[in-house]
């Protein structure tokens, strides 16, 4: 059973399109996390959702909008791709409290390249 | 804010060998740390963190970590490596704001390659 799944795997767009990015967890967690890894390696945080409100935005360019529909799925859409959009995208979940609180647990990644 | 980092870009070991793949933190408060791991074109594995007690914390796979207050860090090691262990490793720290909502701030990842 896949705990965090993220649709698609891969995406290849032009500069200047509209792209979506979906992510789905079935660990019954109620917080959901989008991170960037850029061409090094390096992972950042973007934003955060809890029970589908937004509890962290880490100044990204508003052309991300990320989407809670339910606590179990957390969308990122993006306007307008930019070349320096092209990263691996992670989305990740974990429970705000509880026994396992702060284990945050990772999707597969979505590979966007802006050609 | 809180940060870790990861001195080394690249690990090399030989397979049987212990490895250590180093970690230090700059915190305020007490440190919430996280071993990640990452297989090539994968997402991240958890392995283990520390949040309190026992300063050797086990994890997934074999692998361990010390937690050593007075240096700051918090190094992965195995006792002996295996050549599948070859993957990309992350430390991580927690950072919760004043929300009380949590995120991770990552190291910049150090690759572990294990020789035959």
């Known amino acids: 059973d896949t705990a965090v799944s993220q649709t698609p795997k891969y995406l290849v767009t032009q500069m200047g399109n509209d792209k979506s990015i979906k992510c789905e967890q079935n660990l019954g967690h109620d917080t959901m996390y989008w991170y960037k890894q850029d061409s090094k390696k390096f992972l950042k945080i973007m934003f955060s959702y809890n029970n589908k409100e937004l509890i962290i935005n880490e100044t990204v360019p508003n052309r991300f909008s990320p989407k809670s529909p339910d606590k179990a799925h957390l969308n990122l859409h993006i306007n307008s791709l930019e070349l320096g959009d092209s990263a691996v995208y992670f989305c990740?979940?974990?429970?705000?409290?509880?026994?396992?609180?702060?284990?945050?647990?990772f999707g597969p990644g979505t590979r966007l390249t802006v050609l | 804010a809180q940060s870790v980092a990861q001195p080394e870009d690249q690990v090399n070991v030989a397979e049987g060998n212990p490895l250590t793949v180093k970690c230090t933190y700059s915190v305020s408060g007490n440190p919430y740390l996280f071993w990640y791991v990452q297989y090539p074109n994968r997402g991240l594995q958890f392995l283990l963190k520390y949040i309190t007690g026992d300063n050797l914390v086990k994890g997934s796979y074999g692998f361990e970590a010390e937690f050593n207050k007075s240096q700051t860090s918090f190094h992965l090691k195995k006792p002996s490596a295996l050549v599948s262990d070859s993957a990309l490793y992350f430390c991580?720290?927690?950072?919760?704001?004043?929300?009380?909502?949590?995120?991770?701030?990552f190291g910049t990842g150090t690759r572990l390659l294990v020789s035959p």
């Open positions: 991580a720290v927690r950072d919760r704001g004043d929300t009380g909502f949590q995120k991770l701030v």
């Open positions: 990740a979940s974990s429970q705000h409290r509880g026994p396992s609180t702060d284990t945050q647990y």
